[in-house]
């Protein structure tokens, strides 16, 4: 009933448990999914992440209403990113739009309906569903504006991590009968429909590598060291480490 990556005894990589920059990983054969030849592994490289959009995707369709003439995805970072790609690829009928904040990140999202910065959402705008992708401080903002714009009995996913409390406007959550679910991590399911969904939509790894940012070959620690200062202090796009 529950699955593999919400269960309490599961172990993830570099997360609470060692991670793949050990000597030697030990890892089950039954954990392995085999890439496709011919996809760039600058992209192959962050498919977990991937793997999380393609797992909360999967969780919307299931759980979400099928009024779906309009979706709107909050967020326009990597996150926002990665799973407007892949919401566009599952559900190509649906008018897809994008909030954020930052007019030059959201010039890239070339392959949604509409983009609109959210100080400047039309007030008669209404969608059916949405999709959280902002996390942090900026959390409580985004899912308050999603409860604002979106029809009754709508559904809303919640993919961005906040460390403090986010408090929300429970009243309007219930007049409007709204659902609200969590998404986090992924599992071996969701990394083959990943895969699945790279070779059946060419186009996909082709919009990833436009948040491929800097590319580091690591020959020493210290070369680790610089891959994760220049992650830190980056503004968008995934840091690839090329191990030589």
């Given amino acids: 009933v529950i699955a593999e990556n919400y269960r309490r005894d599961s172990k993830f990589r570099a997360s609470g448990f060692d991670g793949f920059m050990q000597d030697v990983v030990d890892i089950r054969r039954d954990r392995l999914v085999r890439l496709p030849k011919n996809l760039n592994p600058l992209v192959a490289a962050f498919t977990e992440i991937v793997s999380v959009s393609v797992h909360a995707l999967s969780r919307f369709d299931k759980i979400a209403h099928k009024r779906r003439e309009c979706v709107g995805i909050?967020?326009?970072?990597?996150?926002?990113y990665i799973t407007a790609v892949f919401f566009k690829a599952m559900f190509p009928d649906t008018k897809l739009c994008i909030f954020g904040v930052n007019r030059d990140k959201l010039s890239d999202f070339t392959f949604a309906d509409e983009t609109y910065v959210v100080s400047r959402i039309p007030e008669e705008l209404q969608i059916d569903h949405a999709i959280e992708c902002v996390g942090g401080e900026g959390s409580p903002k985004a899912i308050n504006q999603i409860i604002d714009y979106i029809r009754p009995e709508g559904t809303i996913a919640i993919l961005g991590v906040s460390e403090n409390p986010v408090s929300i406007n429970t009243r309007m959550i219930l007049e409007k009968?709204?659902?609200?679910?969590?998404?986090?991590?992924?599992?071996?399911?969701?990394?083959?429909k990943t895969i699945e969904l790279y070779q059946t939509n060419p186009e996909i790894p082709e919009y990833l590598q436009n948040i491929v940012g800097g590319v580091f070959k690591i020959r020493s620690i210290d070369d680790m060291r610089k891959a994760f200062e220049a992650d830190i202090h980056k503004e968008f796009g995934k840091t690839i480490m090329i191990w030589s």
């Fill in 74 to 80: 909050w967020g326009d970072g990597n996150l926002g």
């Fill in 177 to 192: 009968g709204l659902r609200m679910f969590g998404s986090s991590r992924s599992g071996r399911e969701d990394f083959i």
